[in-house]
């Protein structure tokens, strides 16, 4: 898996998103201390409102982004959004209010709804090969691993050192260390305009069966984290009795899984397609999920056994969620990719509007086991709905309006722009 930094690109790109993740770690600890010094006993909805508006700028500016990313440079577009992440970091320490938090969460994540589907477009188009890509998908994955399992621990260091508004200077740290990598490559350019016609990726979405069961599948990948990060610590805490400290290792436990089945899914891919690594996790969240409601209706979750279940919803949110990229880029030509990435970002991010306020709600109104119930259930139709939206041979779609697709061709490089989909 490693093989693939030696592309010097990648290397660097890949070195910019581990260091931004980084300080996007140490932000949301110190957004949680922030919140609490500004609300008291209110942080957790000072907390869950920051988190609503974060899934709002994911939703609305993922696609205004596509239209951003075709007027600039890639490069620029990058650099430009990582210098207003760093400047927004700076900021936090300084608000007195809390409308103010809500204000600078919109920016920060605006600025990360326009760079994340530009980053991720310009992966496949760097890293040709299939096998290579599929790598970088799973080192891709690792970071993001990496971040919820070592930015805390980075945090606790760096708070027995110094107060919690120090953290934002080593977010702010982070974000200009990425722009400075990216500053140091070059990037494939995109046609110019008016040679190709623009996609546009919600309709790219509606016309691709396999893109369509992607995004299925995806509402259970946020019944499972919303369940998981909205709730561990009341399962832990007050259903077991257990210390906070333990919160951080269930967690911990849900980060493994997802690392495991980023280190095995390379060599997987290799040998079966995605939709059969992807609709039988979505069938294991369904079914953790129910389990989990189970065992919470009956007062038979223990300790081990939550470890255990949440190290396998982790697992098979990882499997689903490391192919994703692999699957946008083979359903669209280059040209295409900045609006699937685009639309990929935003309808993904969008089914967390429905599961967090529901994990959260539920439980606080009829408890956990009607939480997962619920959950399960959602994952359940996920899953059902996208084996019948998932074709099982895989296609080439056509453009939007045109005739049946055509059998799919299996090639290892990058379509011309205007060329087929693959």
Request: proline share 6%; hydrophobic share 55%; with cysteine.
């Amino acid at each position: 898996m490693l093989a693939v930094l030696r592309h010097r690109t990648y290397r660097r790109l890949f070195t910019a998103q581990a260091v931004a993740l980084a300080g996007t770690g140490l932000a949301t600890v110190a957004l949680g201390l922030l919140a609490y010094d500004l609300a008291g006993a209110r942080a957790g909805a000072v907390l869950g409102t920051a988190l609503a508006v974060k899934m709002l700028a994911y939703l609305l500016v993922g696609p205004a982004a596509t239209a951003l990313a075709e007027r600039l440079p890639r490069r620029t577009l990058l650099v430009s959004m990582d210098v207003l992440r760093a400047l927004v970091a700076l900021a936090l320490p300084f608000v007195t209010e809390v409308w103010q938090v809500y204000g600078l969460v919109l920016v920060l994540q605006s600025a990360s709804a326009a760079f994340t589907p530009t980053f991720q477009a310009v992966i496949p188009e760097i890293l040709p090969d299939e096998a290579d890509y599929t790598k970088a998908l799973s080192l891709s994955r690792l970071a993001y691993d990496m971040e919820s399992l070592f930015s805390p621990a980075l945090a606790a260091v760096l708070l027995s050192l110094a107060g919690y508004q120090w953290l934002f200077t080593g977010t702010a740290a982070g974000f200009a260390a990425s722009a400075l990598l990216v500053v140091s490559v070059v990037l494939p350019k995109l046609p110019p305009r008016g040679k190709v016609k623009r996609a546009n990726g919600f309709r790219l979405y509606a016309a691709v069966p396999r893109l369509r069961g992607l995004i299925l599948v995806h509402l259970a990948v946020a019944a499972a984290t919303a369940m998981v990060v909205v709730n561990t610590v009341v399962l832990v805490q007050d259903g077991l009795g257990r210390s906070a400290g333990d919160t951080a290792v269930a967690l911990g436990a849900y980060g493994v899984g997802s690392m495991a089945a980023a280190l095995a899914l390379p060599r997987l891919l290799g040998r079966i397609g995605d939709r059969s690594v992807m609709l039988p996790a979505a069938a294991v969240l369904a079914a953790g999920l129910s389990v989990l409601a189970a065992a919470l209706r009956w007062e038979l979750l223990g300790w081990t056994g939550l470890l255990a279940l949440w190290a396998v919803l982790g697992a098979a949110t990882g499997a689903i969620l490391t192919p994703t990229g692999r699957l946008v880029a083979s359903a669209a030509a280059p040209h295409e990719r900045p609006a699937a990435f685009a639309a990929q970002f935003s309808l993904s991010h969008g089914w967390f509007l429905l599961t967090y306020p529901a994990a959260g709600w539920l439980a606080a109104q009829a408890g956990t086991g009607t939480a997962a119930a619920a959950l399960a259930a959602a994952a359940v139709a996920a899953w059902v709905v996208g084996v019948l939206a998932w074709p099982a041979e895989p296609v080439t779609p056509t453009p939007c309006g045109a005739g049946s697709p055509a059998p799919r061709r299996r090639s290892r490089r990058p379509a011309a722009p205007g060329a087929p989909r693959r």
